[in-house]
Every structure is written in C-alpha cells, then in structure tokens.
C-alpha cells in the first residue's frame, strides 16, 4: 500500500514537472503542487483516455502521455483559476 502511495506521488511529480515545462512561463508553485499537478492531471488524464481507447493504460506509454496531457489540462484551468501567469509585454 504505502509502495502504491509513493508510486502515485513519484509519477505525480514527474508528470506535473514535464507539464510546468510544456506550458510556457514561469510558474512559481512548490514542489507539492506539483506533485499534486501530477496526480490529480494523471486522473485526469486517465479518465480522458479511458474514454477513448476503452480502459486504463496505467504505467505504459499512453498512460504517460494521457498523465501529462491532463496535467498540462489541470495546469492551465489553475493558472487561469488563480489568475497565475499573465502574459507581460
């Protein structure tokens, strides 16, 4: 259980780094943030996903790209939410 627990957060993180990369900007949120980034954009994702190809794809490949696209999703609504990150000229 608690190895599960750690996997969440380990893929959370690196999901939530890879989409604070894609997004152009600076984002000034912490560490756990973006562990939670991760993990709520990895359901996210999933969710999506699973809705198109008929199941959950867990640790492989799509499941990584479905991680980081809803990431990237969950990303943009909070900066857009949180009014975070406005374009200065």
Not at 2 to 26: D, E, S
């Amino acid at each position: 259980m608690i190895l599960t627990i750690l996997g969440w957060i380990v893929f959370g993180l690196i999901a939530g780094f890879i989409a604070r990369a894609l997004v152009p900007g600076k984002d000034d949120i912490g560490i756990l943030r973006t562990i939670v980034l991760g993990v709520v954009g990895s359901v996210v994702g999933g969710l999506i996903f699973g809705l198109f190809t008929g199941g959950f794809r867990g640790f492989h490949p799509a499941g990584w790209i479905g991680s980081i696209i809803g990431a990237i999703i969950v990303l943009v609504i909070y900066n857009k939410v949180t009014g975070r990150k406005r374009n200065r000229a």
